[in-house]
């Protein structure tokens, strides 16, 4: 079997935001990764995309690609409890499982465009304190 490849960004690429994971984001039952509206995130969104999450509240369908370079799709939207938050859900906990992500992990949250359409990429920049590798 070849050696998986680390993640290459897309040409264009654009950090959304730099997190260390809540109990709430690796929790089954919650199954959903909060991130904080901001500028960042308004600068990578169309208009169209910002009229479906922050005024209609629709959600968004995107793909989502992590450290070794497996796709999952995902919906964006605003959460609906909470005013200035957007989660990634629906895949969210696939992402988890699979990359045996923790409480403590950092993760980068990279957005791009595919064919036009919004995708995000996952990189796990710190393990907390265990014995678990990025290659899992």
């Known amino acids: ?29 919650q199954c959903r990764f909060f991130l904080p509206i901001s500028e960042e995130i308004n600068e990578v969104l169309t208009q169209s995309e910002r009229v479906m999450l922050l005024e209609k509240f629709e959600t968004v369908k995107v793909k989502v690609v992590d450290s070794i370079q497996r796709y999952y799709d995902m919906d964006f939207k605003k959460w609906p409890s909470v005013n200035d938050r957007l989660v990634l859900n629906h895949g969210w ?10 409480k403590g992990d950092v993760v980068e949250l990279w957005s791009y465009r595919q064919d036009s359409h919004l995708c995000f990429a996952v990189k796990i920049y710190e393990r907390s304190k265990r014995n678990i590798s990025s290659s899992d």
């Open 1 to 29: 079997m070849p050696p998986r490849r680390e993640l290459e960004l897309p040409h264009g690429a654009h950090l959304i935001t730099e997190k260390r994971l809540e109990a709430s984001d690796v929790t089954s039952t």
């Open 93 to 102: 906990m696939q992402l988890v499982k699979d990359n045996h992500l923790q």
